[in-house]
């Protein structure tokens, strides 16, 4: 079984639209996750950290559950600009997920 | 402007050798990491260094070395025993870290990366 693990996707979203990724992990030893948004071929940047039962940022919500071991990343309010792979971590044991492929569609 | 810096963005190598990717920081960070990436995957941990001196194998270190001299530097030498080199390697780093499995939880940031291609 894979440390974490993703939907990879597609998700193809017209602009407007909420869309929600989610991450499972087996350690239930990891302690604090991060998403990353990664553009076509350049390296992945920090979008959010979480560290107990959630975070958000404007648009960005990222929540935590612990007993079923996942992390969900929500994207309200799509713009075209979000189309990227948004990749998972789990943050003390250096794992990531495959990521999972969006694209907002005009 | 603070950073971390790749070099060089594309290299192509012959197969049977060595070749060395260079990674810079200075964020004043004393963690430095590894990663491979290959199409549709996600990113692999090959090694990391918690501190200069010292440094711990990842998930997929053999074929790789590491040396970490410098605060600042932690180059990465591919060496002709990796069989698949061809990938997308990344440089991240962070301000420190326990060590895998470890309740340290900081954020780790990326290079731009390197794009080794073995002919």
Same mark, same amino acid.
Not at chain 1, 22 to 37: E, K, L
């Given at each position: ?9 597609? /998700? ?8 929600? /990724? ?10 604090? /996750?991060?998403?990353?948004? +990664? ?16 975070? *958000? ?28 792979? &948004? ?5 003390? +044991? /250096? ?12 | ?8 963005? &594309?290299?192509?190598?012959? *197969?049977? +050798? ?28 090959? &090694? ?20 970490? *001299? ?18 997308? &390697? ?16 900081? *954020? ?12």
């Amino acid at each position: 079984r894979k440390e974490v693990e993703q939907d990879p996707g597609p /998700f193809n979203v017209p602009e407007g639209a909420t869309v929600a /990724f989610n991450c499972t992990y087996s350690n239930s030893a990891s302690q604090s /996750f991060f998403w990353y948004r +990664q553009d076509c071929r350049k390296e992945p940047k920090l979008l959010m950290s979480v560290y107990s039962s959630g975070n *958000e940022d404007g648009r960005f919500t990222a929540q935590l559950n612990r007993a079923s071991q996942y992390i969900s990343l929500l994207i309200r309010d799509s713009k075209l600009s979000d189309s990227a792979t &948004y990749l998972c971590m789990t943050g003390n +044991q /250096f794992y990531f997920g495959t990521g999972t492929s969006l694209t907002v569609i005009p | 402007d603070g950073g971390i810096t790749q070099s060089p963005k &594309y290299l192509f190598r012959k *197969e049977g +050798q060595n070749v060395t990717l260079s990674c810079e920081q200075n964020l004043n960070h004393d963690a430095m990491y590894w990663y491979r990436q290959d199409p549709g995957q996600g990113l692999r941990l090959i &090694y990391y260094s918690q501190i200069v001196n010292d440094f711990q194998k990842g998930d997929i270190a053999e074929g790789y070395s590491v040396s970490r *001299e410098k605060k600042e530097s932690f180059p990465l030498t591919v060496t002709s025993a990796q069989k698949n080199p061809t990938a997308f &390697y990344l440089c991240a780093s962070s301000i420190w870290t326990s060590g895998r499995g470890s309740s340290s939880y900081n *954020e780790q940031f990326f290079g731009p990366g390197t794009r080794l291609t073995v002919l």
